[in-house]
């Protein structure tokens, strides 16, 4: 296992098309975050699983976004009705289940552009 | 609004020099990470300190916390060009992280 892996590295896609997100975890993880990054700042969390279950979701997933993670291991963020504000790189992290907050291993991103 | 910020926003130095970033947040943390991010990359795993730790070393990282300031510093020894990247503090309330809006430095050969 070489980690987190992100698929596809870069998406351009046209203002109202839909565009779906993979990240495949390190296998034996059981948690799964995405995250969102523009230009010149940190990440911002979008959401978050323990295995199969969503635990938590931003503010800033419009009902727009949907995020599965149908069996507990890979996990797939889609976005309706793209925006040109959606246009950023979209972060996937893991990290096992332990103690609370270890270390989140990160994925190299999928960068959106909305033309 | 972010619960850690980072300062200064950008950093430059001569190879060899030091380099040290500071995050600040604002409510109870769990942990701090610091992360460190090359242009268009994902984010790497640097040094995690918990809320009940002072200081934290790793290789040429250097780590403090201090949570009667909501505060931790991150020092980077002897810099080296390589040493080129953009750095976030991440701060752990609960199950999610969140991020501070970077240093950016810069190391001249």
């Known amino acids: 296992d070489t980690g987190v892996s992100q698929d596809p590295r870069h998406k351009i896609t046209k203002r109202g098309q839909n565009v779906t997100f993979r990240c495949d975890p390190i296998?034996?993880?059981?948690?799964l975050y995405w995250y969102r990054q523009t230009l010149g700042q940190g990440p911002e969390f979008l959401t978050y699983f323990q295995n199969e279950a969503q635990l938590e979701k931003s503010r800033l997933l419009s009902d727009r976004f949907s995020a599965e993670r149908p069996k507990g291991s890979f996990s797939t963020l889609e976005i309706q009705r793209t925006e040109q504000g959606d246009s950023a790189m979209y972060l996937c992290?893991?990290?096992?289940?332990?103690?609370?907050?270890?270390?989140?291993?990160f994925g190299q991103g999928t960068r959106l552009t909305v033309v | 609004s972010q619960q850690g910020e980072e300062d200064p926003q950008a950093l430059s130095i001569q190879e060899g020099e030091n380099a040290t970033m500071n995050c600040s947040y604002k409510?109870?943390?769990?942990?701090l990470q610091w992360y460190r991010q090359n242009s268009g990359r994902g984010l790497v795993h640097l040094i995690l300190?918990?809320?009940?730790?002072r200081e934290k070393h790793s290789g040429r990282l250097r780590v403090t916390l201090d949570t009667s300031k909501k505060s931790s510093s991150l020092l980077i020894t002897a810099s080296r060009a390589a040493d080129t990247a953009s750095y976030f503090c991440?701060?752990?309330?609960?199950?999610?992280?969140?991020f501070g809006d970077g240093t950016t430095l810069t190391v001249k050969p």
């Open positions: 992290a893991s990290s096992p289940l332990g103690q609370p907050n270890t270390e989140a291993f």
């Open positions: 296998s034996e993880h059981n948690r």
């Open positions: 991440a701060t752990d309330a609960s199950s999610k992280s969140t």
């Open positions: 409510t109870s943390i769990n942990n």
């Open positions: 300190i918990r809320s009940n730790e």
